[in-house]
């Protein structure tokens, strides 16, 4: 049923916002207050400049993952031109160990997290070749455990999120064979739970965050198969609240990082349609500072890099005009994804 209503509105229907400009006399982005594109620019801009303010002096051990938002929010926006490309490269280039990790700033430990972060930032540049791969890819697959899982670094942590690092940054490096793929798998899915989504170790409540890593690095591996997609998708599509954000788990507070952590699992189960995308939209925009930019948690709230990225992204993945689109499991746009895996 849904199935033919679907293919009837895309044959005889405009597309979503043609639809919303002829019912409205507007497109949808009017209705709702815009995206403050200029705005979220110039906030990212300012935060990149800022090094001895508080913000920026308690986030300095995890300032390379904050690079990453940036850039990437900066993409998406179509500005990634208004930085010092050399500038970055050279200071990522400078949290890298000799064990092959990168640190989250110069001077730094190495951790998985920090190391994807350096390759996702590299790879928005098109700048992957100053990497010594193997031992990047060396020092990643080193943290694999005999159960398949992966630890965040030497101190051994184990959690699916460093599952889905490993397993991104060695598909970026065209690596995977360095790792025992099918364990990795069989991990992932002992870490699902009876309602469908997964967490971050086995028996762990299901959480959001957990299921973007473990559907995303099921994506990665084409092992999406396993997963019961329908299961899944309910649990996903319940996370949305009334004023039309997503929470992480149940009775939850809604937060726009769950735009993306819940979006990207929606969109690579094939069920995105399981939610209402113009209330999600609406809930997103209510959340800028539309004065000074940048994008917070919920509406009212101070904004942040963090929370900048997942509203940009949690647009683009909803076709917001003007963005570039996001791969929903790279988490990085789509032209740097095909550069890395059609082009070259
Ligand atoms: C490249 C996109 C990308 C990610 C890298 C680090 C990582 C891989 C994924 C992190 C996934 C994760 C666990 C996200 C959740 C983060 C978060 C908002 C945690 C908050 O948890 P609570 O319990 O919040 O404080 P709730 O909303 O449940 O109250």
């Known amino acids: ?14 597309d979503f916002h043609e639809f919303h400009q002829i019912a409205y006399g507007r497109p949808i982005n009017d209705r709702m207050g815009e995206l403050k594109i200029e705005k979220h620019v110039k906030y990212i801009l300012s935060v990149e400049k800022r090094k001895d303010d508080f913000v920026s002096v308690v986030m300095e051990h995890l300032r390379l993952n904050g690079a990453y938002w940036g850039l990437t929010t ?5 500005k990634l031109d208004a930085v010092d490309q050399d500038e970055v490269v050279s200071w990522v280039m400078q949290c890298q160990h000799e064990c092959g990790g990168f640190g989250g700033n110069i001077g730094h430990d190495p951790h998985m997290l920090y190391t994807l972060s350096a390759i996702q930032v590299l790879a928005l540049f098109d700048k992957i070749e100053v990497l010594d791969i193997e031992k990047v890819s060396n020092y990643i697959a080193g943290l694999q455990n005999d ?13 699916t999120r460093f599952s889905y690092i490993a397993i991104c940054s060695l598909a970026i490096l065209h690596q995977l064979d360095k790792i025992n793929v099918e364990t990795a ?3 992932i899915l002992s870490c699902q739970n009876l ?3 997964f967490g971050c170790t086995p028996g762990a409540e299901s959480h959001a965050g957990q299921n973007f890593c473990c559907v995303g690095a099921l994506a990665i591996t084409g092992s999406l198969h396993h997963v019961d997609k329908d299961l899944l ?3 996903l599509c319940e996370r949305q609240v009334k004023s039309g954000g997503l929470n992480g788990r149940p009775e939850k507070l809604p937060d726009v990082c769950y735009s993306w952590w819940v979006l990207s699992c929606l969109i ?4 995105v349609h399981w939610i209402d995308k113009e209330k999600l939209v609406k809930f997103i925009l209510d959340c800028q500072d539309k004065e000074n930019g940048g994008i917070s948690d919920r509406p009212d709230d101070a904004v942040d890099v963090f929370h900048t990225y997942f509203g940009v992204a949690g647009l683009s993945l909803l076709e917001y005009p003007g963005l570039k689109a996001i791969d929903p499991a790279y988490a990085l746009p789509v032209e740097v994804v095909d550069r890395i895996f059609v082009s070259k």
């Open 74 to 78: 900066l993409d998406i926006l179509g």
């Open 268 to 271: 690579m189960i094939d069920r």
């Open 1 to 14: 049923m849904c199935t033919i209503f679907n293919m009837f509105t895309r044959m005889f229907l405009p």
């Open 195 to 197: 309602d469908g989504g």
């Open 185 to 187: 798998v069989k991990y």
């Open 233 to 235: 998708g309910w649990w």
């Open 147 to 159: 159960d398949g899982s992966f630890s965040g670094d030497m101190w051994g942590e184990v959690d």
